[in-house]
């Protein structure tokens, strides 16, 4: 009988406090990691290039990590079911071992892999790993269903234990040389550069791939900014949040060091003040965990609405006004900085994410679906459940109690731009008119056509009475 495990990896792109990897090792001494570039992902027309880049910066520290440790990672692609499959078999793996995730065509996927191998008499075990709680841990007392709300589910989720961060691998057994040319007739390939497989960035990565990269990123954040985040974290122009969502996307790093690496901070704090920016910023993990569970018990959310009232809105969908939400050519200054920086860098500041949603939805009155795959289309960060949950939050539509939610561009960026510094980083062309011009965005006609800075596409007070009115015509 083969001692050899192959370890699926898919958005667990480490080798660290990685419970399916781990959980291998502990079983067999040869363990040898997979990858499987999935032709049903790469046909989809959503894909941002920059997050694509960051997978396969990722997939190369992968790559070396595993050759640290004395064995590879192999590289496939095609149809998962069949490749992984063939690949198994060819090797005579005993097993495949895998982290489950949340989403619809994961599911799907994972189900059809497992009785593929099943098929040819290889073993398949799962894990929870990119979660601090799986779906299903987090119930209602009341009646042992899902949360549908998020403070709630926070209170409990924040009470239950987690667990501590895997222990580290050290050594790991491989291929033979004859095992790595059977693999090679079975599929196995050198791995592509993004830009091979279609996807071209050229701006740099915001956070560089990997888990080296991901690990500093925490431990920077740890040691500065966490401590006044709560503040800090609603002023787009300051460098006040982690980034790290594309790392916890892509699980460049585990959640058990992040959430480790809290509670460190947290034992080394004196002040209660700290200790409230630190718990803010354990809730935008919980709120993270919130949507995923959400996705999973609600897979529905992800083909549209979940309230009854947005179902069947009458969406204006105009495509001009959408063009000009994509580019940043509204002519109201806080959302089209915004969308420039989603265009030139792939990440957006979340207080610009809410702001420009609303402005989608509420203002344009356009489908927040055109909005949310705009985002996967350009989002380094780009995740189903926490995209979906941010654009049906903004759209009213999703599962939050509050009915209506409208977001004055001009207020926002008064409170949480205050000097325009934000607005005049991304919008240079107009970095040298009146703070007050571009904080309101009641620019003069005249100032607006030597600047050459569009009209505002529409009238904010006038879309705002018009979406109302709509909404209480779908209620009643
Ligand atoms: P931090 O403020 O440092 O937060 C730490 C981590 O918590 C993040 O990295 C992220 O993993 C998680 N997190 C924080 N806020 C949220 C939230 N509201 N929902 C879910 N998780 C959260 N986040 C994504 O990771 N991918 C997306 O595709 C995405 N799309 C969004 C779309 C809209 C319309 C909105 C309003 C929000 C969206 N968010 C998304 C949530 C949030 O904007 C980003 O997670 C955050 O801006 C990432 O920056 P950060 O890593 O510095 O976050
Ligand atoms: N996972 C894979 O296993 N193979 C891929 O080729 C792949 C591409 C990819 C591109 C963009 C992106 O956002 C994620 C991608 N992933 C890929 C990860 C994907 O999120 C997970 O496989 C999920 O489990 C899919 O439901």
Not at 173 to 186: D, N, P, S
Request: glycine content about 6%; aromatic content about 12%; some cysteine.
């Amino acid at each position: 009988m083969s001692d050899l495990i192959l370890f699926w990896h898919r958005r667990d792109l480490r080798i660290s406090d990685n419970v399916g990897l781990v959980t291998a090792t502990r079983q067999s001494s040869r363990v040898v990691g997979i990858f499987c570039l999935d032709s049903n992902i790469l046909e989809r027309d959503d894909i941002a290039p920059a997050r694509f880049t960051y997978m396969i910066g990722c997939l190369e520290e992968l790559e070396q990590n595993y050759q640290q440790l004395g064995s590879q990672l192999l590289i496939i692609q095609g149809e998962p079911q069949k490749a992984i499959a063939q690949l198994a078999e060819e090797l005579q793996a005993k097993a495949v071992f895998w982290n489950l995730d949340v989403e619809p065509y994961s599911k799907k996927r994972d189900r059809s892999v497992a009785d593929a191998l099943k098929e040819k008499g290889i073993a398949t075990k799962n894990f929870w790993d990119q979660l601090l709680h799986a779906p299903g841990d987090v119930l209602t007392k009341s009646s042992d269903s899902p949360y549908k709300v998020y403070t709630p589910f926070w209170r409990s989720w924040v009470q239950q234990d987690k667990q501590a961060v895997t222990e580290k691998i050290k050594q790991l057994k491989g291929l033979t040389k004859a095992e790595i040319e059977t693999a090679t007739k079975a599929g196995a390939i050198a791995l592509p550069s993004a830009k091979d497989l279609g996807y071209k960035w050229d701006n740099p990565l915001l956070g560089a791939p990997g888990e080296t990269a991901a690990k500093d990123k925490l431990e920077e954040f740890c040691a500065r900014a966490i401590y006044c985040y709560d503040e800090e974290r609603n002023f787009p122009y300051v460098d006040g949040t982690s980034q790290l969502s594309a790392a916890l996307k892509f699980g460049a790093i585990g959640i058990r060091t992040v959430w480790q690496a809290t509670l460190d901070t947290l034992d080394n704090c004196r002040s209660e003040e700290a200790k409230t920016n630190i718990e803010t910023w354990q809730k935008e993990l919980a709120w993270r965990e919130f949507y995923q569970h959400c996705m999973f018990f609600f897979p529905e959310l992800a083909q549209g609405s979940y309230r009854d009232e947005f179902k069947d809105f009458p969406w204006e969908n105009d495509a001009t006004k959408f063009q000009a939400w994509c580019e940043g050519k509204t002519g109201y200054p806080i959302v089209d900085a915004a969308m420039r920086q989603l265009n030139e860098t792939g990440w957006m500041h979340n207080r610009c994410r809410m702001i420009v949603a609303s402005f989608l939805t509420k203002d344009l009155i356009i489908d927040w679906r055109w909005g949310e795959k705009y985002f996967m289309q350009k989002l380094y960060d780009g995740d189903l459940s926490a995209n979906n949950g941010g654009w049906q939050w903004s759209a009213s539509s999703g599962m939050d109690p509050k009915p209506l939610r409208i977001f004055n561009p001009a207020s926002q960026a008064a409170k949480f731009d205050q000097d325009g510094e934000y607005i005049r980083q991304w919008l240079p062309e107009i970095s040298s008119m009146e703070t007050e011009y571009l904080v309101t965005g009641k620019i003069p006609d005249l100032e607006r056509a030597s600047y050459d800075y569009p009209q505002p596409i529409v009238d904010h007070k006038v879309q705002q009475r018009k979406f109302k009115a709509l909404y209480k015509q779908q209620k009643n």
